[in-house]
């Protein structure tokens, strides 16, 4: 019999993401571990924090990319809006995805261009890290809950290293390697599907790039 519990995992990621709106570098970082992770989750503010605590460099990362727009942390349009964000970790409430599987997800916001690139970095104790990402890529590819699940299960199930690009295209996903136990994933989005000026390759050559930067 299949076992129910990733797809309820989902179901409670999307339903929480429609309760609750928000959340929305460095050679040398120490490697990228469950703990630290869920550390360095703890440490953002309730509210957010204006810088990403994680080694990105986006500028890099887009060279990497063949793409020669400007490049960096934070949005195109520098407002109010937290550029890190944080669940799980202590954050983390009975029946959330990351109490149900523990562990800690960290969201970053660059740009590059004039598009804004969302990078969200998760870990958990258990596979699939990248599951309570299903609200995430729907939002960005614009697809249904259905589509995403989808869309996650496919990443969640490929081998490390491998990068999964969605069908819209402006999003690319892979797993990452920890140092000790656990699973890990790393989502990146550009701009909104139709609109992003980044195509397939770009977006897989920079979801590959980022993910060298943190593991």
């Known amino acids: 019999m ?11 990621a999307l339903t929480a993401a429609a309760l609750v709106t928000g959340c ?17 989750a703890d440490g953002l503010p309730e ?37 890190a964000t944080a669940e799980g970790g202590k954050r983390a409430k ?40 299903a609200p995430v890529v729907s939002s960005l590819a614009s697809v249904s809950a259905a589509d995403a699940i989808s869309y996650v299960e496919k990443a969640g199930a490929a081998e490390p290293g491998a990068v999964v690009v969605a069908d819209s295209g402006n999003v690319g996903a892979v797993r990452l390697k920890l140092d000790g136990a656990g699973d890990a994933s790393l989502l990146v989005g550009a701009g ?14 920079l979801t590959e790039a980022l993910a060298e930067q943190v593991q």
């Open 2 to 12: 299949t076992d129910p519990r990733p797809r309820l995992m989902i179901a409670a």
């Open 24 to 40: 929305q570098s460095v050679s040398g970082a120490a490697p990228l571990s469950l703990n630290s992770l869920s550390e360095i």
């Open 47 to 83: 509210e957010g924090a204006k810088t990403c605590p994680l080694p990105y460099d986006m500028t890099e990362a887009a060279k990497t990319a063949g793409l020669d727009a400007q490049a960096g942390p934070g949005p195109v349009q520098d407002d109010d809006t937290p550029v």
């Open 94 to 133: 009975a029946g959330e995805p990351l109490a149900l599987n523990p562990g800690a997800l960290v969201s970053c916001t660059f740009h590059i261009g004039q598009e804004d690139v969302q990078v969200h970095t998760v870990a958990s104790r258990e596979r699939h890290a990248i599951y309570p990402l």
């Open 192 to 205: 909104q599907e139709g609109t992003t000026s980044l195509n397939r390759k770009q977006i897989s050559d």
